[in-house]
């Protein structure tokens, strides 16, 4: 069975901080998507690296991918009261029985305060 | 706004009662899923449909009944639910095919009395 430890659980900041949330495994994934929950609301995805090692920036959120493809980070620069919500990141792997298959961290509940 | 859509939005149901919670897609994705959050925690995988047959169940009690009757939908039949079943149901779409992202609905927050 395939786990994903993402930490921390909670994050409790101030608007303008940076925060670093961390998803880490010792199986190898075919890709990392990372996605934000807001409360009433369903899973949005915010992105999906594929190549070890690759590096995604979507505005203040950069996304990175370990190199043997383990691992993943999601770092937040100068956060916001809009970031707050959760963040989870979840694993895929290629074809096989496990098809179709999210492997969930446990998610990171964050709150931005102004 | 989502590009999935689920319907209702709330339920309250007895443990008696026999309802179904319905999935709309119209992106032409072929994998269908379902998935059971408690709150604060990650959803966790029932179902996985693709084109249209079931492929995944997750081991999920037999009160729990899927249903694809075409492309686009997607049901769970509920029936004799217990107490510990109240969560939010969400379902999701995805194009078949190796990583593809899963587009989520909102889910319909169902509360067993």
């Known amino acids: 069975t395939q786990l994903l430890e993402q930490s921390p659980q909670f994050l409790s900041i101030q608007e303008g901080e940076n925060l670093t949330v961390y998803c880490n495994s010792s199986?190898?994934?075919?890709?990392l998507q990372w996605y934000r929950q807001e409360p009433g609301e369903g899973p949005v995805l915010l992105v999906t690296?594929?190549?070890?090692?690759e590096v995604k920036k979507l505005k203040r959120l950069t996304f990175q991918f370990g190199d043997a493809r383990k691992d993943s980070s999601l770092h937040i620069t100068a956060a916001q009261p809009g970031d707050t919500g959760l963040y989870l990141c979840?694993?895929?792997?290629?074809?096989?029985?496990?098809?179709?298959?999210?492997?969930f961290g446990q998610g990171t509940i964050l709150t931005v305060h102004p | 706004d989502t590009e999935v859509t689920q319907t209702p939005k709330h339920l309250v149901m007895g443990m008696t009662n026999k309802k179904s919670l319905k999935c709309e897609q119209h992106?032409?994705?072929?994998?269908m899923y379902w998935y059971k959050q408690k709150a604060k925690k990650p959803p966790e995988l029932m179902f996985v449909y693709s084109y249209e047959k079931l492929s995944i169940n997750e081991s999920v009690p037999s009160r729990f009944s899927p249903e694809c009757p075409n492309s686009s939908l997607l049901n769970l039949h509920l029936h004799a639910l217990q107490p510990e079943d109240s969560a939010l149901y969400l379902c999701?779409?995805?194009?078949?095919?190796?990583?593809?992202?899963?587009?989520f609905g909102d889910g319909t927050r169902l509360s067993i009395l």
């Open positions: 979840a694993g895929t792997n290629a074809g096989g029985t496990s098809y179709g298959k999210l492997t």
């Open positions: 992106m032409g994705h072929r994998a």
């Open positions: 690296v594929v190549t070890g090692g």
């Open positions: 199986s190898v994934f075919s890709s």
């Open positions: 999701a779409s995805s194009r078949r095919g190796d990583n593809q992202p899963q587009h």
